[in-house]
């Protein structure tokens, strides 16, 4: 099967596209050294790590905590922000 007789099977079957595979609402979980990112199942979707020593945040070329959390922000909000499209 080709891609243009795929997308014409999709086609017939419009249900099929709207699924999404990580449903929103996304949530964010602070697990000491990271946010974590999961959607409404409980599917993990991403990890923001962080360091809140200088020192060692410096040598292991971590995130801070503040920036890991204004990340994993933003990416929980991704899926609010392709529904805008």
Same mark, same amino acid.
């Given at each position: 099967?080709?891609?243009?007789?795929?997308?014409?099977?999709?086609?017939?079957?419009?249900?099929?596209?709207?699924?999404r595979? /990580?449903?929103?609402?996304?949530?964010?979980?602070?697990?000491? %050294? +990271?946010?974590?990112?999961?959607d409404?199942?409980?599917?993990t @979707?991403?990890? /923001?790590?962080?360091?809140?020593?200088?020192?060692?945040?410096? %040598? +292991?070329?971590?995130?801070?905590k503040?920036?890991?959390r204004? @990340?994993?922000?933003?990416?929980?909000?991704?899926?609010?922000?392709?529904?805008?499209q």
């Amino acid at each position: 099967m080709n891609v243009l007789d795929a997308l014409s099977e999709a086609m017939q079957f419009p249900s099929m596209i709207a699924v999404r595979r /990580f449903p929103p609402p996304w949530s964010i979980e602070d697990i000491d %050294a +990271a946010f974590v990112v999961k959607d409404s199942t409980g599917q993990t @979707l991403g990890y /923001f790590y962080y360091e809140e020593e200088p020192g060692r945040r410096s %040598a +292991a070329k971590l995130l801070t905590k503040d920036e890991a959390r204004r @990340l994993a922000v933003n990416f929980a909000k991704l899926p609010e922000l392709l529904e805008k499209q």
